[in-house]
T-cell receptor, first 118, second 114 residues
Framework: GAVVSQHPSRVICKSGTSVKIECRSL??????MFWYRQFPKKSLMLMAT?????????EQGVEKDKFLINHASLTLSTLTVTSAHPEDSSFYIC??????????????FGPGTRLTVL | GENVEQHPSTLSVQEGDSAVIKCTYS??????FPWYKQELGKGSQLIID?????GEKKDQRIAVTLNKTAKHFSLHITETQPEDSAVYFC?????????????FGQGTRLTINP
């Protein structure tokens, strides 16, 4: 199946700093990428949807100025958590969709990034 | 909006026995129902999915059933093996071929006891 990678897998940062997470589709072109947040023992909550070359669409309650999303190419999307606070600590997961093996609507998930804000 | 409820949150079965995980959804317009397996360090993998025009789908030891009237769908794993241990998520979406966003259930941690 299609492969999606995320980098870094884990990151620890101080309050007030910014952290960038990368999501890459390794063997297919992703027209759409999704960013999710997962709390311990909870479901994946969609944060935003991004299409290559256009602005991301954020879900209700998600601050677009705090969670900056860039989808500059068909294989790369980035999520930047700005001015991080301890409550931003979470597991962030991306997924990518688009044309892989004919299953154009299937989402392929990255392994996730665990962010800890001290 | 859509709301997906998943039960149980944890499930422990003996190797070789069957495991069943159930999900209910609220939006009757939802038409695509995938199941994902999440293992530590790996991306969530689609293991099986079903569309609203069928009632059951099977792939080797895994099957999914859908009851549109009752708005619930279930994952069935038979002859369970230790490698089936993982967190399983159900999801629902709508639109053409389910192209709209996925709404996930809360997840079920399945443990297979040897």
């Amino acid at each position: 199946g299609a492969v999606v990678s995320q980098h870094p897998s884990r990151v620890i940062c101080k309050s007030g700093t910014s952290v960038k997470i990368e999501c890459r589709s390794l063997d297919f072109q992703a027209t759409t990428m999704f960013w999710y947040r997962q709390f311990p023992k909870k479901s994946l909550m969609l944060m935003a949807t991004s299409n290559e070359g256009s602005k991301a669409t954020y879900e209700q309650g998600v601050e677009k100025d705090k969670f900056l999303i860039n989808h500059a190419s068909l294989t790369l999307s980035t999520l930047t958590v700005t001015s991080a606070h301890p409550e931003d600590s979470s597991f962030y997961i991306c997924s990518a969709r688009g044309g892989a093996g004919g299953r154009t609507n299937e989402q392929f998930f990255g392994p996730g990034t665990r962010l800890t804000v001290l | 909006g859509e709301n997906v409820e998943q039960h149980p949150s944890t499930l422990s079965v003996q190797e070789g026995d069957s495991a069943v995980i159930k999900c209910t959804y609220s939006d009757s317009a939802s038409n695509y129902f995938p199941w994902y397996k999440q293992e530590l360090g790996k991306g969530s993998q689609l293991i099986i999915d079903i569309r609203s025009n069928v009632g059951e789908k099977k792939d080797q030891r895994i099957a999914v059933t859908l009851n549109k009237t009752a708005k619930h769908f279930s994952l069935h794993i038979t002859e369970t093996q230790p490698e089936d241990s993982a967190v399983y998520f159900c999801a629902a979406s709508k639109g053409i071929q389910g192209a709209q966003k996925l709404v996930f259930g809360q997840g079920t941690r399945l443990t297979i006891n040897p």
